[in-house]
């Protein structure tokens, strides 16, 4: 049977959106798709974005990218999550990890048992009671098949998108270096029908994905789709960056270190490491968010610190006649809980199942939107909790975030754990419980009740079930290597 002819794809911007966009098409719908990506090294691309979440994995799973190969060109390392340094107040330390604390039950989750077992006396951290938060904890890290671990990874944006190319190039997607210079658009539908670049070159197409960045060269300067501004809940808008020698081990996290004005994160890979200084220029300048890096970096430093500003929000439509924003161009939510890359392998996963192969309707664009959406509130709602949920009064910064007005679905969430020790994850939504949970608890938020089936266990019931955890979890992490020994052993 022969094929229609393909739809002509056309990817504006080759940065890691640009190509997961172009490379995921290309292998996942073939001959279905012509897709040519057009990238501009005079603009060049935002260069950091390298700590991810689980389902970085099974985005690869699903377009049948080899693990050893990806880590390999992209000088990766394993991450189990993040360590979460001076955030509930200044001392503290907490983990949220990737991995399932404990056991739950139907009729309650885990977060219940442990709070009772508390109320009656001594009882580890609830940490304790998962692996992959004690492998972190220790510094340790392997693929076992009897203990599997929950993870991501952190890698090298910049030999990312090359990799990503590199496969996009192999499945037929056609690469265009040049500036865009004009968007022609049809006169009666705004449909966008081409890209002119400066050379004169025309780029035609039926679908349009704009993976400009934050310029949002389609969605916005030529649709105008409109921007929900977000900075009275993550007034965080700039970030001074650098990337360091290594100077010891590889952890198997992400460190996120809060400061008076924001946070900083370090990012270890195999060849160096990725810090970031996170401000919000209300409260700290930019040479003193370039001063407080230098001063908190450790190794020799290999790139002159540059700081990046940003908006937190969202587009109002991130498709918008046949336009698809992905990445940095279809809103931006701090890499507090580095979520970016993941939002546009959502994305790019979402248009692949609902595809349009013919017009493209209202209900059609509605429903891709309106997931969208969904999708990014809910991790607004994530990112803001770390933020509000804090005793930190040492700083201007911190008061403000402590006294600020939050989403109403995000305080329903707080107002009932704090209640009932009660947390959920939607339909569609990202976190899961135990992220919540951990996160809240990590802040500082101690329910006040909890569910009452785990008063019907006894003293020694309740006991014996969290030994039992921890006679689980307690020799497998110590049969671990550490992450650096396992990194060593397969990428040395
Ligand atoms: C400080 C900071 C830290 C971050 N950390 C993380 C993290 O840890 N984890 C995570 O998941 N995400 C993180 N992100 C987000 C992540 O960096 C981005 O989501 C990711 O890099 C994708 O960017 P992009 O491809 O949308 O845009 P860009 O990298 O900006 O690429 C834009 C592309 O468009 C091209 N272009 C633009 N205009 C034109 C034109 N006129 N003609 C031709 N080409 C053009 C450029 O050349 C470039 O190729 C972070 C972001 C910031 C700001």
Redo the contacts with the bound molecule.
Sequence with gaps: MSLPAPVRVVV???????WIAAMALSRQLGRLVEVTL????E??????????IPTARSFHELLRIDEHAFMAATQATFKLGISFEDWGDIGDRYFHTFGVMGMSTWVAEFQHFWLEARSRGAVEPIGAYSLEHEAAVQGRFAKVADTPLNYAYHLD?GLYARFLRQIAETEGARRVE????RVEQDGETGDVTALVLETGERLEGDLFID?????G?LIEQTLKAGFEDWTHWLPTNA?A?TQTAHVADAVPY?RAIAHEAGWR?R?PLQHRVGN?F?FCSQFMSDDEARAGLLASVEGEILTEPRV?R?TAGKRRAVWKNNVIA????SG?I??LE?????L?MSAVTRLIQQFPFGPISPEHRERYNRAADAEIDGVRDFVVLHYNLTEREDSPFWRRMRAMDIPDSLAARLTLFGESAEAWQAAGELFRIDSWVQVMLGQRLTPRRWHRVAALLSDERLRQSLDDLRARIVPAVRELPTHQQFLDGHFA
Aim: proline share 2%; with cysteine; charged share 10%.
């Design positions: 504006a911007g080759g940065g890691t959106a640009g057009v990238e501009s090294a603009i060049g691309t935002i260069g950091v974005g390298e700590s991810t944006s040049g500036k865009i210079a993976c400009t960045g934050f310029r060269l970030a960056v992400t994160w990012i970031g996170v990046i940003y992905m990445g940095l161009s931006f701090e890499p580095s979520t970016s890359i993941h546009f």
